[in-house]
């Protein structure tokens, strides 16, 4: 019997560890975390960290369900970037969808051909898209935004206090209904 106890504890504590390993350790629900390797801004979010250590926040309609289509902002810091993923599933991809992403003073809109305006200098976007724009015939799946912003140019310097950030998308679904969403934080990198 007591053997069959410890043996319980071990898996027990096994499992909970691996549980743990794959979720990210949020002890301040604000704090962008810091990239531990590289991250290269090429649209794909190939690095595991996107998936492992990214804050998340999944845009809500204006009652607070989940909106759709489903649309996702992902973050992510190194020592001079804010790191921004945006998802956004999308069966008719248009050149006007687009988001509107606020952080601190400056908004930025992303669209899906990887443009980002207004030009800022420092700012750079690019994007993967399983569809096609403008083309109302054909089923689109989604586009992926991957974008960096110098963090002195949003107030993210280390240890400053928070600043607020707001990610918008409306799209035009194929039954011509726009639905939006939107996602708010007050966010900070550490030191």
Request: charged share 25%.
């Amino acid at each position: 019997m007591r053997r069959e106890t410890i043996v319980s504890i071990l898996v027990t504590i096994i499992a909970v560890g691996c549980r743990r390993r794959r979720e990210p350790i949020v002890d301040d629900p604000g704090l962008v975390p810091r990239a531990q390797h590289p991250i290269t801004v090429n649209g794909e979010w190939g690095e595991p960290e996107w998936n492992s250590r990214a804050l998340t926040g999944d845009l809500a309609s204006v009652d607070g369900q989940p909106a759709r289509p489903f649309s996702q902002v992902r973050l992510l810091a190194d020592d001079q970037r804010l790191l921004i993923g945006l998802y956004a599933a999308d069966e008719d991809i248009r050149t006007t969808d687009r988001f509107d992403v606020t952080v601190g003073a400056l908004t930025l809109h992303y669209d899906p051909a990887g443009h980002v305006t207004p030009a800022v200098d420092g700012v750079h976007a690019t994007v993967d898209r399983d569809g096609t724009i403008d083309q109302p015939d054909d089923f689109d799946e989604e586009w992926v935004i991957e974008a960096d912003v110098p963090l002195s140019r949003v107030g993210l310097i280390p240890g400053a206090p928070p600043v607020a950030l707001t990610a918008r998308r409306c799209d035009v679904t194929k039954d011509g209904v726009e639905r939006c969403g939107s996602w708010t934080a007050r966010i900070h990198v550490g030191r």
